[in-house]
């Protein structure tokens, strides 16, 4: 790993620690063009390269949904009965979509991660916004049925689940913005660990790994994402509660198409 490339993980860290939190997601859909581009460039093959980028996402993810959840949380905006169940449900299908992941071919986990994205994008754009004074559904079933292939989604991709579940949240579930991306990030929290355990477990033994890597986890790649947004997450956690929802839902939809058409080769 270059200097440069040093550089282009921890400034993709801080954009990811602001994004997570500001939007409510995992910031997967930042770092998974990013890493992907960084390991092909180490002359890492694509297949293993998009699996890495997979499995350390989710690891970033972990303590950088943490802090945001945690600065929400101060501001009393995660509804954390909904966070624990859904997280949960959530966690079991993302173990169980990360071990898919791990025997699928690493161009079409590509095509999916970019077409998933731009869906959700798609679809939160369209979607009439929720009326403020509809009341969020207080069903644990329903959100148990909302959370599992959500999950399972996460795990095979290698998304913390913010980009689906804050739709999910204000378009099913009926929670009004600030409170769904508040939530979100508790619920990423928690899914995400089963992912982890997924591509770590799969990945053990898999020959010509990078160094520093636990099965498809970098631990460096991890570092340098992580030691930067982590922080950032308090900062865009805070912002999230300074922006209207309206502005907040764009800003939301603009990035998803971005980084979504980016990965299917848009851009390239």
Not at 69 to 83: I, L, M, N, Q, S
Not at 144 to 161: C, E, F, K, N, Q
Request: glycine share 14%; with cysteine; proline share 5%.
């Amino acid at each position: 790993m270059t200097i440069a490339h040093i550089i282009i993980l921890l400034a993709t860290g801080i954009g990811v620690g602001f994004a997570s939190s500001f939007l409510g997601v995992g910031g997967s859909f930042i770092m998974t063009p990013v890493q992907y581009g960084v390991f092909t460039a180490m002359g890492i093959p694509t297949d293993m390269a998009i699996k890495l980028a997979f499995g350390t996402n989710l690891l970033v993810i972990l303590p950088t949904a943490a802090s945001g959840a945690w600065r929400h949380h101060k501001k009393g905006a995660v509804w954390w009965r909904a966070a624990i169940i859904m997280g949960s449900c959530g966690l079991a299908g993302a173990f169980g979509g990360a071990t898919l992941a791990t025997h699928l071919p690493g161009a079409a986990l590509k095509i999916a991660f970019g077409a998933v994205i731009l869906a959700a994008g798609v679809r939160m754009l369209i979607t009439t916004p929720v009326k403020i004074e509809e009341q969020p559904k207080d069903n644990p079933w329903l959100w148990a049925a909302w959370a599992i292939p959500v999950g399972i989604v996460s795990g095979l991709i290698g998304i913390g689940g913010g980009m689906l579940m804050v739709p999910v949240m204000v378009l099913a579930l009926k929670f009004k913005m600030h409170n769904a991306v508040a939530t979100s990030l508790a619920f990423i929290m928690i899914t995400s660990v089963g992912g982890i355990i997924g591509y770590i477990v799969n990945g053990l033994g898999v020959p010509n790994l990078p160094p520093y890597s636990i099965g498809y986890v970098n631990l460096l790649s991890w570092f340098l994402l992580a030691v930067t947004s982590v922080g950032m997450a308090q900062v865009g956690a805070i912002t999230a509660h300074r922006f209207p929802a309206k502005q907040l839902r764009y800003v939301f939809v603009g990035v998803m198409f971005y980084m979504g058409l980016t990965m299917l080769g848009v851009f390239a």
